[in-house]
C-alpha cells in the first residue's frame, strides 16, 4: 500500500471527511483491521482564506508548496489537495515537490466519462465557479462546463464560507442549493458537480434526482485506487 499525502484544513470540516473515506474504502477492499497510510498537513485555514480574499495566489502557492514538500519529504508516495478551489495552485505545488499529485478535476473527469455525462453544473466557491483552473480542466477531457448565475453564484459562495466551513448544516441552505441545481438542470446540465468538498456535508444524491458527482468522494476513491495499486497511472 502506498502512502497518501494530504493538503488539508481547507477547511478541517471536510479533511475530517476525507480521512474518513481513505480509511473507509481501504478496510472494504482489504478488510480486517487494515487502514490507509496517510501522511497529513493541516494549514490553518483564516491564513490562507485572508489570502483569498486578496486573490493572492502566488502567497498561498507558496505556503502550500512548503507544505507539499514537508509531506513529501516526510514519506508520502502522492499527494492530493483536500480542496477544490486551492487546485487553483496545483501547478505551483506539482513543481516544488518530487511525487505525483492526484488533481482532483482529473478525478472527477474520469468519473463523468464513465457516467457518460458530456454537460455538467458546477457548484463551488466564486474562484471554483468563475475562475478557468476547474472548467477548462473539464474542457480538456470533453465535458462541457455550466455555472450558475451571478447572483446564484454568490448564494452558494456565501453558504460555504459562512455556514460549511463552520460545520453548520442549514435546511433552508439545502433548499437554496437545491434551486441552484434544478437551474442547471434546466439549462441543459445531465449532473452537477459538487465540486467544493464541503458541499456534500450538505447535499445528498437522494436530495434530487439529478445525478450529484461530489468531488471529495470522487477524489477519496481515485486515491485508494491509487494506493493500492488499482491504477498506474495519476492520469485517468
Request: glycine fraction near 8%; charged fraction near 25%; include cysteine.
Amino acid at each position: 500500500m502506498k502512502t497518501i499525502g494530504l493538503l488539508g484544513g481547507m477547511s478541517w470540516e471536510s479533511t475530517q471527511v476525507y480521512y474518513r473515506l481513505l480509511n473507509e474504502q481501504v478496510r472494504a477492499r482489504l478488510g480486517g483491521l487494515h487502514s490507509a497510510k496517510i501522511i497529513l498537513h493541516s494549514v490553518d485555514f483564516a491564513e490562507i482564506e485572508a489570502l483569498q480574499r486578496r486573490e493572492d495566489w502566488p502567497a498561498m502557492a507558496e505556503l502550500l508548496s512548503t507544505a507539499a514538500k514537508g509531506v513529501a519529504s516526510a514519506g508520502a508516495d502522492f499527494l492530493l489537495i483536500c480542496t477544490n478551489t486551492m487546485h487553483r495552485v496545483a501547478p505551483e505545488i506539482a513543481r516544488a515537490i518530487d511525487i505525483p499529485l492526484l488533481h482532483i478535476a482529473d478525478a472527477t473527469a474520469a468519473a463523468l466519462r464513465r457516467g457518460g455525462i458530456t454537460r455538467v453544473g458546477l457548484l463551488g466557491t466564486r474562484f471554483t465557479m468563475e475562475q478557468a483552473f476547474f472548467s477548462d480542466r473539464l474542457a480538456d477531457f470533453g465535458i462541457e462546463v455550466l455555472v450558475p448565475e451571478a447572483p446564484q453564484r454568490e448564494i452558494v459562495h456565501r453558504i460555504i464560507y459562512e455556514e460549511l466551513c463552520r460545520g453548520a448544516i442549514n435546511p433552508g441552505s439545502r433548499r437554496a442549493y437545491l434551486q441552484v441545481v434544478e437551474a442547471l438542470a434546466s439549462r441543459g446540465a445531465e449532473a452537477v458537480i459538487l465540486g467544493c468538498t464541503e458541499i456534500g456535508l450538505l447535499l445528498r444524491p437522494e436530495d434530487t434526482d439529478i445525478p450529484l458527482y461530489d468531488t471529495t468522494e470522487i477524489h477519496a476513491s481515485q486515491a485508494i485506487d491509487y494506493a493500492l495499486g488499482e491504477r498506474q497511472e495519476m492520469e485517468p
